[in-house]
């Protein structure tokens, strides 16, 4: 089977509309403690979606700095406190460097956040309707 430019355009017009990173521009959320975001995002039909992102799925901390790093599966919300919405694509939050010194950072979540037909994805990992 031969394929050209114009059979691969096609076929990937075809797919169904993939989710890109970038949820802020469709969705509101908040900071639940101890390590959740809840958002409400748009679906494809125009409604909301109300769900539930577990963040330790979505964000590490780095032992050696103890600043916020996008990571998949990285447990930051296990070892750091005072967490908060820091922007529409940040979080802000204080962990302990490689001394246990308090170190504040924020990470923008924009880029790794996706919103799936009013689901928040990261990293492979779905929200839970709320």
């Known amino acids: 089977m031969k394929f050209t430019l114009a059979t691969l355009t096609l076929g990937l017009a075809a797919l169904p ?7 802020s521009s469709t969705c509101s959320w908040s900071w639940q403690e101890p390590k959740y975001i809840v958002a409400t995002c748009k679906r494809k039909d125009g ?3 109300r769900t539930r992102q ?3 799925l979505c964000v ?8 916020l790093k996008t990571q998949d599966v990285g447990n930051a919300f296990n070892q750091c406190w005072n967490t908060a919405k820091a922007s529409n694509t940040e979080l802000r939050s204080t962990c302990w460097d490689f001394d246990e010194s308090d170190v504040t950072s924020t990470v923008n979540i924009d880029g790794i ?5 009013g689901y928040l994805w990261c ?3 779905r929200s839970a309707p709320y």
């Open 123 to 125: 990293y492979g990992h």
């Open 47 to 49: 409604s909301n979606l």
């Open 17 to 23: 509309e993939l989710a890109s990173a970038g949820f």
């Open 113 to 117: 956040m996706n919103n799936d037909d």
């Open 54 to 56: 577990d963040m330790n």
């Open 60 to 67: 590490g901390a780095d032992n050696w700095t103890g600043k």
